[in-house]
């Protein structure tokens, strides 16, 4: 069964940091775009940002860059996304999900950030 | 900010057809392909259509997608209880290099 796993949500304060992890199971991420799309309470959906199958492009949503940093470990099946400089409006259900577009495409159930002091 | 346009709502009758719009431009939808998202209360997205008009395995062709210029359509036929959910469109734009998603409709069977 191809799943999508993501772990390390939580609450934290203004300012703090938090790290994402996304866990495959039934098949390799090797050769998939990766993405974060996160969805504030009771709002639509807003795409955070994909990394190449080797890792070697990424692209961002303007309002995380330079905060937020995403990257992968093909030999771990994983998916990460470090958050840093933490803000109010990150408060989000953050969802992992493979080749967003594409015929094979997967999505995580997603964890819950809350930024709140 | 999303910069893919959506109705807010639409609604019908069991058995009827709705049509979502999403209206883009040239930098996204006008020269990238769009797909369709479905999510059901409290459950992650799951694509409907991809590449315009491609359904993935398991989607039942009672949905149906279409693209012209800058805009795109989902049609849904035979509209069942079950379609009751938040609708998204998306495309990747160049000019931003990110992916855009729709403002979302809600699709109510009345």
């Known amino acids: 069964e191809v799943q999508l796993v993501e772990s390390g949500g939580g609450l934290v304060q203004p300012g703090g940091s938090l790290r994402l992890s996304c866990t495959a199971s039934g098949f390799t991420i090797a050769t998939d775009w990766m993405h974060w799309v996160r969805q504030a309470p009771g709002k639509g959906l807003e795409w955070v940002a994909n990394?190449?199958?080797?890792?070697?492009?990424?692209y961002y949503v303007d309002s995380v860059k330079g905060r937020f940093t995403i990257s992968r470990d093909n030999t771990k099946n994983s998916l990460y996304l470090q958050m840093s400089s933490l803000r109010v409006e990150d408060t989000a259900i953050y969802f992992c999900a493979k080749a967003i577009a594409a015929y094979t495409s997967a999505w995580g159930q997603g964890t819950l950030v809350t930024v709140s002091s | 900010q999303s910069v893919l346009t959506q109705p807010p709502s639409v609604s019908a009758a069991p058995g009827q057809k709705v049509t979502i719009s999403c209206s883009g431009s040239s930098s996204n939808i006008g020269n990238n392909h769009v797909s369709w998202f479905q999510q059901l209360p409290g459950t992650a997205p799951k694509l409907l259509i991809f590449?315009?008009?491609k359904r993935p395995s398991g989607i039942p062709d009672r949905l149906s997608g279409s693209k012209s210029g800058t805009s795109a359509t989902l049609g849904i036929t035979g509209l069942q209880t079950g379609d009751e959910a938040d609708y998204y469109c998306?495309?990747?734009?160049?000019?931003?290099?990110?992916?855009?998603f729709g403002t979302g409709t809600k699709v109510t069977v009345l």
């Open positions: 990394i190449k199958p080797d890792g070697s492009q990424k």
């Open positions: 998306g495309s990747w734009d160049g000019s931003l290099s990110v992916y855009v």
């Open positions: 590449d315009n008009n």
